[in-house]
């Protein structure tokens, strides 16, 4: 299983408020991603990294930030809360391969937004 | 833009009772095509991936294959432990990202 853990595994906030949700790596891989999931949608990427301090917005990055200081850790911050980000959201890094990166995720956070 | 369609949404299977799950993709170039499981509360555990039409991966009960236009994820004599989600994604040759179809809820009954 790749090392990934996300912290926390739960959480519930009120609309308005900063929730910040952790990634940590032990793989030393140079890609980390942030998806959400949620019914009827499927997986859909938030953000991305390439490196440390390296970031790109993915397909629905508006109300997140994300930042990289070390190769280990990928922070996704929520600056204001709303109910629409209700979600269980999923970090992932990648292993190069043959043609392609291979994306492994992590357990998950649930956050709920009330 | 790239789309992954799923089919059946949900499928229902007796043990032993052979079926296969559909993955219908749309994209300029294809640079590989991934198969994962999902079980409830968990992330996404990766299965397979395929790069090119013809070609086949298998492992225990699944096999998955590839054509240009779709993708299937044969399920051989399954158990109720292989009851979870399946999902499918593709990687274009253009794109910097995966692009996911929505799944297929596999349930096999004892």
């Known amino acids: 299983d790749a090392g990934i853990t996300q912290s926390p595994r739960h959480k519930v906030t009120e609309t308005g408020t900063p929730v910040t949700l952790r990634c940590h790596q032990t793989?030393?891989?140079?890609?980390m991603y942030w998806y959400r999931q949620d019914p009827g949608h499927g997986l859909r990427l938030i953000h991305y990294s390439y490196g440390v301090k390296d970031t790109d917005k993915g397909e629905v990055s508006d109300g997140y930030s994300v930042s990289r200081s070390k190769t280990e850790d990928f922070l996704l911050t929520l600056e204001s809360a709303t109910s629409s980000q209700t979600s269980v959201y999923f970090c992932?890094?990648?292993?190069?391969?043959?043609?392609?990166?291979?994306?492994?995720f992590g357990p998950g956070t649930r956050l709920t937004v009330l | 833009e790239d789309q992954v369609t799923q089919s059946p949404e949900a499928l229902r299977l007796q043990e032993g009772e052979s079926s296969s799950l559909n993955c219908s993709y749309t994209v300029s170039g294809l640079r590989g095509l991934f198969w994962y499981r999902q079980d409830p509360g968990k992330g996404p555990e990766f299965l397979f991936t395929?790069?090119?039409a013809g070609e086949e991966k298998e492992k225990e009960r699944l096999k998955a294959t590839l054509t240009k236009k779709e993708s299937f994820l044969h399920i051989t004599a399954p158990k109720p432990e292989d009851s979870a989600t399946y999902l499918c994604?593709?990687?274009?040759?253009?794109?910097?990202?995966?692009?996911f179809g929505e799944g297929t809820q596999l349930t096999v009954n004892p």
């Open positions: 395929l790069y090119s």
């Open positions: 992932a890094i990648s292993a190069p391969g043959k043609l392609s990166d291979t994306q492994y």
């Open positions: 793989e030393n891989h140079r890609y």
């Open positions: 994604a593709v990687y274009e040759t253009s794109g910097s990202r995966l692009t």
